[in-house]
């Protein structure tokens, strides 16, 4: 894929992701061109990786559209996230267990941070950066578990969480980083069951939310 490719697919995830283009829009190719300012090679190459990934698909007479998250497609997502996230948390709360170092302090400020921030975003209303900000917590987390397979796995799968987040955002977020302090606090006191056990109904709270509004049968 050529470099122009690469930016377009990047520039049309990160819409899709937003909202600016949500389930079901029709995306032409003349379209496409017109909005970025590129041929139409380019834009051919961009959707193949998108519809790789799940976030359009081609239909027969239809051309491509903006995919939609079915009830099962949502299920399967959170369940692998679930799986990844419950063996990420018990890692890093692990770590307050074994460690007290600067490493440790540092994480324990920067993630006590980003959830203050995310908060005070969602308490007022603010939620076009909580979409990128659940990623980066939940991605902070897997960093700081210093498992190379957990944070592959998450990184494979943010995309999605994302944009199912965003999705979801207006009406989830205070509850959702009300959550996310309650994480925080399991791992930086070194409780490794209580991690496991917030971060499990933190998924599974987003999942009900989301397929209650969302999910198509």
Known sequence: ????????TRRLRD?????????GTRLTEAWLCKMYE??????????????????VTYRAYAGVTVATTT???AEDLFGVRKAIERATVR?????FCDDDDAETTAFAERIDSLVDQGGALAESG???????????FHLSLAEFSQSINMQSLLRQVASKIEWL????VRTRAEHSWAEHRLIADAVVAGDVELAAERVTQHIQNSLEGYQARHAHP
């Not at 380019?42 to 790789?52: D, I, T």
């Open 91 to 95: 890692r890093c709360a692990r770590r």
């Open 165 to 168: 987040y965003a999705l979801d």
């Open 38 to 55: 590129v041929s139409r090679v380019p834009v051919r190459e961009a959707l193949k990786p998108l519809a790789v990934e799940g976030f």
């Open 15 to 23: 819409d899709i992701i937003s909202g600016r283009f949500p389930p």
């Open 71 to 73: 009830s099962d497609d």
């Open 1 to 8: 894929m050529s470099r122009l490719s690469d930016q377009v």
């Open 126 to 136: 603010e939620t076009e950066r909580l979409a990128q900000m659940n990623t980066d």
